[in-house]
């Protein structure tokens, strides 16, 4: 709320009551005022906002020092100048985000999505950039790239077709503006169709409810949007209009209608994602019947069509019926596999009406798995693969080791409910040293297949890193065929035949392309040869080559201290560590250390390039990134230690790690640093409650610093039970949560020990976070401010749980770096 008050032209002196800006006249005013109203003046109405400004130009006039913007001072201003410019040079490096590669004569064709943060526009620049593969060889390949990207401006997705003929990029709409969609050929637009939002609203383009497929022949595809929006109350000055009018006379306005169900963080004003099918020549669009309101769709894919049958659709379902608990980074969502029939079939050229006379809901496929998703067919279509969570969905933890199945597709006609579910790789509860730790795999390319039509190729997390394995769906045989001697992270982008397109990278080194060939040996277990290739998207300024070449990383062990009697083996495994440090760095004299802490608690911080984290370390930091236990990528007992132990387990594993590096010279113990965000945030406040002495300086991006308060406000109330009461916390949930419960979150919670800190603290919070909502972490910060500790906070008005929008994440960690230095250099 704004205070408007009166304020004339001149002034000598300001007071300020509250937030209200007030003077004494001066006598130039007074006498203004006696003067008769025919005289000209023009009096100015400023808001409250006004005042710093007005009040500068005053103290300028009156030669007072210069005014700083709001938490700024000198010596600050300094820092924020000198620190903004390196952020910048980090901030332009670009991220490859997907690509896919076409047949063509004499080689194939690729093309790189590629993304840069539009720091001005407050949005991601997104572009293509094209190039010719030639693979003369199994020891060298040329890719020839086109002189310069082309940007897509307003793009939401682009999906080319099977043949790399077709291109579908659709245009999502910013308001009530129809959806566009466009089919480019090799030239031109060949066709433009508008869907307007009486059809459906905006096409899912969020990674997990996102679907979009072709059909084999390229004249349909099948895609998840919104549904229309229902239609709500009018009222006029005489009541409520009765007629559903849609003209827009004057004299009414719209209602709000019942209220409905979202899925939470990041999907706010999403209520129901269904499934849509479009004429690739006609761009007519039907809906998909019989599936109704009480599943949310995704991931839809054409199953193989056979001649004169009908054509299904397999799509994954989430039943929305009841309460929709968050689903943004959340695996323990229910969720199946179902088959649908699809629309403008062959079969229903003839036909009319809604073939009353056929079942047309869909058939659930995975009766007996209480998750399934990212379904994939086999070449020759007789494989259905999908991913499950079922540790997750069963245990109540929001993420843990996952596995993959297959249904043998060998319908005559329609889809059965009771195919037989294989297990292709199981859960692995606990791995051998080095050995294969389970599947943790969030995306899958739309083409995993290599030549033999029985082998996918998957990214998946291995420890600390991310790597690319090879799963023959038949024996169910895993293979990591990424270097095995590499600690660098890598991705899967596409495959080119027999050969992969993928990126890799490191804390200290920037994404690069890579192009691996299948090599097939006679009296040895085939493998994989890694070519380097050389690409204008792995281009970075001087400055930064520069810094990043005098940094350098290695992964860490860090033995389990006080294993108790009661730990499973999984459980009492070392864990890991991430630990960057400057290449010249002298024992004698260490660096200020930065402790990085993941959220989750059931992700993991991977080896792979972050701009953030490497602007940080170029500043003249080492970092220790903890993989606690409970973090993914160590096999299903560890993951399974944490829920029940949070605020114990994974702070005293923390404090391990440091005094790992203290203990081996790597770390000064009076220059040590904290950062962590969501439970990474939750882990920081408790480390500066528990440890009060041990950190110089703590950041903590949207923290769970309250459970007790989190639960009765988060998208995921069922996590706070969950991570509380471990085994107990699914049959103990309730959405009226008891005096006990409240109590028991409250001793997990880091407030419970805000009494004993004195560290410094920065807290960044997005005004927008339905995860964990910005009150806990105002709360904390409130507090420490009443006990007198040094505390900092900003709130990104627009911000979600990620605080990922360019500015707000440019201004985060620039923060950031003042604020490091400032009390660790």
Known sequence: MTNNIFLPLAAKHTYFIGSVLLRPFSSVENRLLKQPKSLSYRPIWLNSRSFSVFSTMNNVRAGSSKEFPLGLDARTEEEYSSQSSLLQDFTSIPTIDKAWTFTSDGGSQGMFSISQPNLLANKK??????????????????????????????????????????????????????TKFEIWGQSLVEKEFLVPTSVHGSVYSDGWFEGISWNNDETLIAYVAEEPAPSKPTFTTFGYKKENS??????????????????????????????????????????????GKSLSVGQVVWAPSTEGLQQYLVFVGWPSDTRKLGIKYCYNRPCALYAVRAPFSKSDIHQSGTHAADNVSPTKLTQSLSSAYFPRFSPDGKLLLFLSARSSVDSWA??????????????????????????????????????FPGLYCYSVPSRPWISDGSTMILSSIWGSAQVIISVNVISGNVSRISLGDSSFSWNVLALDGDNIIAVCSSPVDVPAIKYGSFVRKASAEASWSWLDVSSPISRCSEKVTSLLSSRQFSIMRIPVRDISENLTKGAGKPYEAIFVSSKS?????????????????????????????????????????????????????AVQSLPGKIGSQDVNDVLAAIDHVIEKGLADPSKIAVLGGSHGGFLTTHLIGQAPDKFAAAVARNPVCNLALMVGTSDIPDWCYAETFGYKGKSSFTEATSVEHLEAFYRKSPISHVSKVRTPTLVLLGAKDL??????????????????????????????HAIDRPQSDFESFLNIGVWFKKYCK
């Open 246 to 291: 849609t003209d827009k006379e004057c004299g009414k306005w719209k209602g709000q209608g019942d209220w409905e169900e979202e899925w939470g963080e990041t999907y706010a004003g999403k209520r129901q994602p269904a499934l849509f099918i479009i004429n690739v020549n006609s761009g007519e669009v039907r809906p998909v019947e019989g599936i």
């Open 125 to 178: 620049r997104r572009y293509i950039l094209s190039c010719h593969i030639s693979k003369e060889s199994t020891d060298g390949v040329d890719f020839l790239w086109a002189a310069f990207p082309i940007e897509m401006s307003n793009v939401s997705l682009m999906i080319p077709s099977p043949s790399g003929s077709k291109l579908l990029v659709v245009r999502n709409p910013e308001n009530d503006s129809p």
């Open 771 to 800: 995860r964990v909502p910005m009150s806990t972490g105002l709360q904390y910060a409130r507090a420490l401010k009443e006990k007198g500790v040094e505390v900092k906070v900003i709130v990104f008005p627009e911000d979600t």
């Open 398 to 435: 929001h993420s843990a080791t996952g596995s993959l199945h297959r249904i043998d597709w060998s319908f005559n006609g329609k889809p059965t409910p009771d195919a037989k579910i294989i297990d292709v790789v199981p859960v692995v509860m606990c791995p051998e040293d080095g050995c």
């Open 585 to 637: 760095q002298s024992r004698n004299v260490c660096d200020p250390l930065i402790v990085v802490l993941h959220g989750g608690p059931h992700s993991v911080s991977l080896s792979s390039f972050s701009t953030s984290l490497a602007f940080l370390s170029s500043l003249g930091y080492s970092l220790l990134i903890v993989n606690y236990r409970g973090s993914l990528g160590f096999g299903e007992e």
